[in-house]
């Protein structure tokens, strides 16, 4: 009996070469910026507000706000003064909770807009051309299904962990609301048995949930891509594909993790050696650099010393990442061809690969 996951090994390779192969700049350029953002949960970067300045508080009205401008040499903005006057009237309870909207809402509308870039590369390799915008904007529903769908898998896995978390912290210090101190006496006057029972059905759930979300993003987001379906579509239809298939689904978690293990040894690989060159190259650069300040000590003590070390620190990770992200476009093309053909050898009707991309074991099938 031969297994798709083990033959999709050699499958992926084939296919990971014809998608990147011959060589193109704009091609290359185009799918790195997609492995860069794209992401299969909330993993952009979130850049959380800067604090209120000091003029928060600091008026009580447009009289003292235009001394304070008229001391400062600037024009009396009635604007700005507003502002202040309604930012120093909020209490800063409404301050935290408008603060910590602003940060949910922007993590959210990263995460769906890395869901939908992730889209677009299963996109890319179902019509083997790389386009950006219209497939971005295409997607962008779907991406949005699938974050609820993803958030909603991450809370019940995280769920019994942070039950754990809080029953042994409530335990130590009662926090004070009468439910969730109950709560904590009751799971602690457990005796032996109930609480393996409990730990067991809660391990259960996380394990339950994982298994989920691995099947979402490496299962689910291919029918999407190919049945032009949203989330629950896709589980539906995966469903019926895996539900008598499940040895298959079994061996391919286990070649994948070896696959993945691979993958992130390579990339391991190449960000050590990039980064120590890179590393040698900007020590160089700061000691050449300290000679005309007066010494190394003038790199932290002087600005211009701290100015040269923000521009050559960052210069460093441009460089790197620069110098990484090829093996990575390479490393993430091999991960995700590899489950898409494992997909579709489990159920041809599933087959997301385009024709010229797919080769000849898939083909026959």
Same mark, same amino acid.
């Given at each position: 009996?031969?297994?798709?996951?083990?033959?999709?090994?050699?499958?992926?390779?084939?296919?990971?070469?014809?998608?990147?192969?011959?060589?193109?700049?704009?091609?290359?350029?185009?799918?790195?910026?997609?492995?860069?953002?794209?992401?299969?949960?909330?993993?952009?970067?979130?850049?959380?507000?800067?604090?209120?300045?000091?003029?928060?508080?600091?008026?009580?009205?447009?009289?003292?706000?235009?001394?304070?401008?008229?001391?400062?040499?600037?024009?009396?903005?009635?604007?700005?003064?507003?502002?202040?006057?309604?930012?120093?009237?909020?209490?800063?309870?409404?301050?935290?909770?408008?603060?910590?909207?602003?940060?949910?809402?922007?993590?959210?509308?990263?995460?769906?807009?890395?869901?939908?870039?992730?889209?677009?590369?299963?996109?890319?390799?179902?019509?083997?051309?790389?386009?950006?915008?219209?497939?971005?904007?295409?997607?962008?529903?779907?991406?949005?299904?699938?974050?609820?769908?993803?958030?909603?898998?991450?809370?019940?896995?995280?769920?019994?962990?942070?039950?754990?978390?809080?029953?042994?912290?409530?335990?130590?210090?009662?926090?004070?609301?009468?439910?969730?101190?109950?709560?904590?006496?009751?799971? +602690?006057? %457990?005796? $032996?048995?109930? =609480? /393996?029972?409990? *730990?067991? !059905? @809660?391990?259960? &759930?996380?394990?339950? #949930?994982?298994?989920?979300?691995?099947?979402?993003?490496?299962?689910?987001?291919?029918?999407?891509?190919?049945?032009?379906?949203?989330?629950?579509?896709?589980?539906?239809?995966?469903?019926?594909?895996?539900?008598?298939?499940?040895?298959?689904?079994?061996?391919?978690?286990?070649?994948?993790?070896?696959?993945?293990?691979?993958?992130?040894?390579?990339?391991?690989?190449?960000?050590?050696?990039?980064?120590?060159?890179?590393?040698?190259?900007? +020590?160089? %650069?700061? $000691?050449?650099? =300290? /000679?005309?300040? *007066?010494? !190394? @000590?003038?790199? &932290?003590?002087?600005? #211009?010393?701290?100015?040269?070390?923000?521009?050559?620190?960052?210069?460093?990770?441009?460089?790197?990442?620069?110098?990484?992200?090829?093996?990575?476009?390479?490393?993430?093309?091999?991960?995700?061809?590899?489950?898409?053909?494992?997909?579709?050898?489990?159920?041809?009707?599933?087959?997301?690969?385009?024709?010229?991309?797919?080769?000849?074991?898939?083909?026959?099938?």
């Amino acid at each position: 009996m031969s297994w798709h996951a083990v033959e999709a090994v050699d499958d992926a390779v084939e296919t990971t070469r014809r998608f990147l192969f011959p060589f193109s700049p704009v091609r290359w350029a185009k799918l790195a910026f997609l492995v860069l953002l794209m992401g299969g949960s909330a993993n952009a970067g979130v850049s959380v507000p800067p604090a209120p300045d000091a003029r928060i508080g600091g008026f009580a009205g447009f009289s003292e706000a235009q001394e304070s401008d008229t001391r400062a040499g600037s024009p009396f903005d009635p604007v700005d003064a507003v502002v202040s006057d309604f930012v120093a009237e909020m209490p800063a309870d409404r301050l935290i909770v408008a603060a910590a909207v602003a940060v949910l809402v922007t993590a959210v509308a990263l995460s769906v807009v890395s869901l939908a870039l992730r889209l677009v590369f299963y996109d890319a390799l179902r019509t083997n051309e790389v386009r950006l915008w219209r497939p971005f904007l295409a997607r962008l529903r779907q991406a949005a299904g699938l974050f609820v769908a993803s958030a909603i898998l991450w809370a019940i896995a995280a769920g019994p962990i942070a039950v754990v978390v809080l029953v042994d912290v409530a335990a130590e210090a009662p926090i004070g609301w009468e439910p969730v101190d109950s709560f904590v006496t009751a799971v +602690g006057s %457990l005796s $032996l048995g109930p =609480a /393996v029972v409990v *730990g067991i !059905l @809660g391990s259960a &759930v996380v394990l339950f #949930a994982t298994l989920a979300l691995r099947l979402t993003y490496e299962f689910v987001v291919p029918a999407m891509v190919v049945e032009e379906h949203g989330v629950l579509a896709g589980w539906r239809r995966i469903w019926r594909a895996v539900s008598g298939e499940w040895p298959e689904v079994l061996v391919y978690l286990a070649v994948h993790f070896f696959v993945g293990v691979g993958t992130a040894i390579v990339e391991g690989i190449a960000v050590v050696i990039a980064g120590s060159a890179v590393t040698v190259v900007a +020590g160089i %650069l700061l $000691l050449l650099a =300290a /000679v005309p300040l *007066g010494g !190394l @000590g003038a790199l &932290v003590g002087t600005t #211009a010393g701290i100015v040269t070390v923000t521009l050559v620190g960052l210069a460093a990770v441009v460089t790197l990442l620069a110098l990484t992200l090829p093996v990575s476009l390479v490393t993430r093309s091999y991960l995700i061809a590899y489950e898409v053909a494992t997909l579709g050898g489990i159920d041809p009707g599933l087959t997301l690969l385009h024709p010229d991309l797919a080769t000849a074991s898939t083909d026959s099938d």
